[in-house]
């Protein structure tokens, strides 16, 4: 059996496949005071992969656990490259690019084989543009849903709300809905812009990822949502690797 973990910014998820086969999953806040307590077949896994964009004190305290759950195989945390069969990477220094966008553009390419966008919706929403040939083009990092909240309250000092999932544009009549119905409207603004941007530039796909994306996919029609993006990069890029 096989372990993948997509460690972000606030959550990591871990997935164990035998073959290509999920048998068991999780997801949990990168400052649990245990990780990874639900994983019961540690005996039997193989091999183990990481998408990485966490602080190196949470990639510390995996490298701490593996050394003592699995002390007879090393980990392999994958990184962003120059390219990767037919896709390259457009950023100047290929190394900066974030390897969860990396991975995430590297499966959606390998999913369509066609010009699309690929957005990840996570603590951060980023933005790629990757063109029929399989070239990054490049994209945009803009705050999640949360941070643009975070960024409200920590700049203002009269602006107090509880953050809520509100899937609602609805004007809100408090200060609660306003906030949280304002930033779901400025997601769905980011799409609405792409989807303009999908007819002038004949951009034929978006394709997205993270947690508050299946709460705009649902809504838009040109939207295809793919949860686990990250890790289906992460078994094209390893695959092989032992």
């Known amino acids: 059996m096989n372990l993948q973990i997509d460690a972000g910014n606030s959550f990591l998820k871990w997935r164990v496949l035998d ?14 005071q245990q990780l ?46 120059a390219f990767y069969g037919a ?10 690019l974030g390897v969860d966008r990396w991975l995430a553009i590297i499966a959606s390419y ?3 084989r066609e010009s699309c966008f690929v957005v990840d919706c996570g603590s951060a929403i980023t933005i790629d543009v990757v063109d029929g040939e399989g070239r990054h083009q490049g994209g945009y990092i803009l705050p999640g849903l949360e941070l643009m909240k975070q960024g409200l309250s920590s700049g203002t000092k009269k602006v107090e709300f509880e953050s809520i999932e509100l899937d609602s544009v ?33 951009i034929k796909r978006v394709i997205v990822t993270g947690g508050d994306g299946a709460r705009v996919s649902g809504l838009l029609d040109f939207v295809e949502y793919h949860p686990d993006l990250v890790f289906e990069g992460l078994s094209l890029v390893t695959k092989g690797v032992k």
């Open 110 to 112: 390998s999913l369509c």
């Open 19 to 32: 073959g290509s086969k999920v048998v068991c999953r999780g997801r949990e806040s990168t400052s649990a």
């Open 170 to 202: 609805q004007y809100g009549v408090n200060t609660t809905e306003c906030v949280n119905g304002g930033a779901y409207f400025a997601l769905l603004s980011v799409f609405e812009g792409l989807h303009a941007r999908m007819k002038k530039e004949q």
């Open 36 to 81: 990874m307590s639900d994983v019961d077949v540690w005996s039997e896994i193989q091999a183990v992969a990481i998408s990485s964009v966490a602080s190196e004190q949470v990639d510390g305290r995996l490298r701490d656990l593996f050394r003592v759950k699995l002390p007879d195989i090393e980990p392999v945390f994958a990184s962003s490259e």
């Open 87 to 96: 896709v390259t990477n457009g950023y100047d220094n290929p190394r900066q």
